[in-house]
């Protein structure tokens, strides 16, 4: 089993196919949006696949030591293009395979007009810490 | 009271539960909670005959499962105190289950857990914390596996490779909570040795002997990776090595060789030398052909070439690498070592620091930085 990430950007990925912001949907869109997500989510957990998954606020903050004293903080230095990370989930799955599936139906999820966003999730694999023999 | 024993008797009492006609899936789940139930109760009172004791209980508890009706269960209870010891086939019913678990429907990930549970007899909660996954994720997979099994027939023997390669991934993924899955591994194919009398169960126990035996010479205690030449020798467990030599040696002599005994055989030569100097290069470079031989693997024509590098100059194994697909894991690492080698520095800090790019393990990458590292602190600025 190899675990993944998969990534939700707000902005920094290209943009969706069906891009159209989600307080432009209607009410019942953003439902179907929501339900599917759960269901995925539900499914995964009824597989085995599912690790974890959490959801991020836009609010990220640069922080960096600048010696003794507070650390500077700023909203980042370029606040025009900055990746922000929407929220993550986290599967242990078979193969590369399977994940890029999930990934593509995660993806796949309704937004306005009921069509699928075809937004671009990015996919990461983990780094195993286990020790791994080679002579 | 010692939980390895006990566990050991797991896959005993889930084949005396199937015989007694409870199905799998229900026979496994008594026999967890009798395991459960002996960890509460034996400190305090030992059982006179721990397996009886085990059987007596996980069929209680799968009565339990199965009926309703108080009264009889009631009867049951009375009955029920210390049982008398019962003589049973314990082979085939232990045998049977490592075929059940390891079962081709299965996918890898489920015939491990399923193996761990039923089997090694580890709790849900162990195996999810050995693979860090949640504990639910893993209830799942094992029951996912037991549906898949249920209504799997046994009146024909179970395909034994598949039951060696998910001994060999358990033996891989190293460990994580308070179960070590290398020993574990050790254990259950020490169990499937002897119940088999198979040549590649022999070759697989003795492989994961001797590469256990070097265990505490392989990290340093910050958690590095030592490579194999840097490695102190006198730390290697000179008992596992005899252990694993000898079990080699007399499925070797029974002249059925298969992948297993092959490169238990590239370990044994490893084990053997005193010195990284004194290692037998020839010896493993023509092992490494009959491995090529057997299994026609990318990874082991990999390790051929790396082999090859010591035993005829890493020009030869520059050029036997060359032949091989760049794509292959730890192509560039192997290049960049036969280029180190080769006394190219230059080129193997830029293979060094790219093969650690594309490294997918902690330790590998940590080790791999470290070498470019190295290398490029050495040049002339």
Same mark, same amino acid.
């Given at each position: 089993?190899?675990? %993944?990430?998969?990534?939700?950007? %707000? !902005?920094?990925?290209?943009?969706?196919?069906?891009?159209?912001?989600?307080? !432009?949907?209607?009410?019942?869109?953003?439902?179907?949006?929501?339900? %599917? /997500?759960?269901?995925?989510?539900? !499914?995964?957990?009824?597989?085995?696949?599912?690790?974890?998954?959490?959801?991020?606020?836009?609010?990220?903050?640069?922080?960096?030591?600048?010696?003794?004293?507070?650390?500077?903080?700023?909203?980042?230095?370029?606040?025009?293009?900055?990746?922000?990370?929407?929220?993550? /989930?986290?599967?242990?799955?078979?193969?590369?395979?399977?994940?890029?599936?999930?990934?593509?139906?995660?993806?796949?999820?309704?937004?306005?007009?009921?069509?699928?966003?075809?937004?671009?999730?990015?996919? !990461?694999?983990?780094?195993?810490?286990?020790?791994?023999?080679?002579? | #009271?010692?939980?390895?024993?006990?566990?050991?008797?797991?896959?005993?009492?889930?084949?005396?539960?199937?015989?007694?006609?409870?199905?799998?899936?229900?026979?496994?789940?008594?026999?967890?909670?009798?395991?459960?139930?002996?960890?509460?109760?034996?400190?305090?009172?030992?059982?006179?005959?721990?397996?009886?004791?085990?059987?007596?209980?996980?069929?209680?508890?799968?009565?339990?499962?199965? $009926?309703?009706?108080?009264?009889?269960?009631?009867?049951?209870?009375?009955?029920?105190?210390?049982?008398?010891?019962?003589?049973?086939?314990?082979?085939?019913?232990?045998?049977?289950?490592?075929?059940?678990?390891?079962?081709? +429907?299965?996918?890898?990930?489920?015939?491990?857990?399923?193996?761990?549970?039923?089997?090694?007899?580890?709790?849900?909660?162990?195996?999810?914390?050995?693979?860090?996954?949640?504990?639910?994720? #893993?209830?799942? $997979?094992?029951?996912?596996?037991?549906?898949?099994?249920?209504?799997?027939?046994?009146?024909?023997?179970?395909?034994?490779?598949?039951?060696?390669?998910?001994?060999?991934?358990?033996?891989?993924?190293?460990?994580?909570?308070?179960?070590?899955?290398?020993?574990? +591994?050790?254990?259950?194919?020490?169990?499937?040795?002897?119940?088999?009398?198979?040549?590649?169960?022999?070759?697989?126990?003795?492989?994961?002997?001797?590469?256990?035996?070097?265990?505490?010479?392989?990290? $340093?205690?910050?958690?590095?990776?030592?490579?194999?030449?840097?490695?102190?020798?006198?730390?290697?467990?000179?008992?596992?090595? +005899?252990?694993?030599?000898?079990?080699?040696?007399?499925?070797?002599?029974?002249?059925?060789?298969?992948?297993?005994?092959?490169?238990?055989?590239?370990?044994?030569?490893?084990?053997?030398?005193?010195?990284?100097?004194?290692?037998?290069?020839?010896?493993?470079?023509?092992?490494?052909?009959?491995?090529?031989?057997?299994?026609?693997?990318?990874?082991?024509?990999?390790?051929?070439?790396?082999?090859?590098?010591?035993?005829?100059?890493?020009?030869?194994?520059?050029?036997?690498?060359?032949?091989?697909?760049?794509?292959?894991?730890?192509?560039?690492?192997?290049?960049?070592?036969?280029?180190?080698?080769?006394?190219?520095?230059?080129?193997?800090?830029?293979?060094?620091?790219?093969?650690?790019?594309?490294?997918?393990?902690?330790?590998?990458?940590?080790?791999?930085?470290?070498?470019?590292?190295?290398?490029?602190?050495?040049?002339?600025?």
């Amino acid at each position: 089993m190899a675990k %993944y990430l998969l990534l939700k950007h %707000y !902005r920094g990925a290209p943009a969706a196919v069906n891009d159209v912001p989600m307080d !432009r949907w209607t009410p019942e869109e953003v439902s179907a949006h929501l339900r %599917y /997500m759960r269901e995925f989510s539900a !499914r995964l957990r009824e597989t085995g696949e599912f690790v974890d998954e959490q959801a991020l606020t836009p609010q990220g903050t640069f922080v960096r030591s600048d010696g003794p004293g507070k650390p500077p903080v700023t909203d980042g230095p370029f606040a025009e293009t900055k990746d922000l990370i929407a929220g993550w /989930m986290v599967i242990d799955v078979d193969s590369y395979e399977r994940a890029l599936e999930l990934a593509g139906e995660l993806s796949a999820a309704p937004g306005a007009g009921g069509e699928p966003i075809h937004e671009w999730l990015e996919l !990461r694999p983990f780094m195993s810490a286990t020790q791994c023999i080679t002579e | #009271m010692d939980e390895v024993a006990l566990r050991d008797l797991a896959p005993t009492v889930i084949g005396v539960l199937e015989r007694r006609g409870a199905d799998f899936a229900a026979a496994e789940d008594a026999v967890q909670e009798a395991l459960i139930e002996a960890v509460r109760v034996w400190p305090q009172e030992p059982p006179r005959d721990p397996r009886a004791w085990l059987i007596t209980v996980a069929w209680r508890k799968f009565l339990d499962a199965t $009926r309703a009706e108080a009264a009889r269960r009631q009867r049951e209870d009375a009955v029920w105190a210390e049982p008398a010891p019962e003589s049973v086939a314990a082979v085939d019913d232990t045998l049977h289950l490592y075929f059940l678990c390891a079962h081709p +429907a299965l996918s890898p990930a489920s015939a491990v857990a399923l193996t761990l549970r039923a089997v090694g007899g580890l709790t849900t909660r162990q195996i999810a914390q050995a693979y860090l996954v949640p504990e639910s994720t #893993m209830a799942q $997979r094992i029951s996912r596996a037991k549906r898949t099994v249920s209504d799997v027939r046994f009146d024909q023997p179970g395909d034994l490779s598949t039951v060696l390669r998910v001994l060999y991934l358990v033996f891989n993924e190293g460990y994580s909570g308070d179960v070590d899955l290398a020993a574990e +591994a050790i254990r259950l194919t020490r169990q499937l040795a002897k119940l088999t009398a198979d040549e590649e169960a022999a070759g697989l126990l003795a492989l994961m002997l001797l590469h256990h035996a070097r265990r505490p010479a392989r990290t $340093r205690p910050d958690g590095t990776l030592v490579p194999l030449a840097d490695q102190d020798r006198a730390r290697w467990d000179t008992r596992l090595i +005899a252990e694993g030599v000898d079990i080699l040696q007399a499925a070797l002599a029974r002249d059925r060789l298969g992948e297993y005994q092959t490169q238990a055989a590239i370990a044994a030569l490893h084990a053997d030398a005193r010195t990284a100097e004194e290692t037998d290069w020839v010896q493993i470079v023509e092992w490494y052909d009959e491995l090529v031989r057997l299994t026609d693997s990318p990874i082991a024509r990999l390790n051929r070439a790396v082999a090859l590098g010591e035993s005829d100059g890493p020009q030869a194994g520059l050029a036997a690498l060359s032949d091989l697909d760049p794509a292959l894991p730890r192509h560039t690492a192997a290049a960049a070592y036969l280029h180190e080698r080769a006394g190219d520095s230059t080129t193997a800090a830029r293979l060094y620091a790219e093969a650690a790019r594309t490294a997918t393990n902690l330790a590998e990458r940590d080790h791999l930085t470290r070498q470019a590292a190295h290398l490029n602190s050495q040049q002339p600025k």
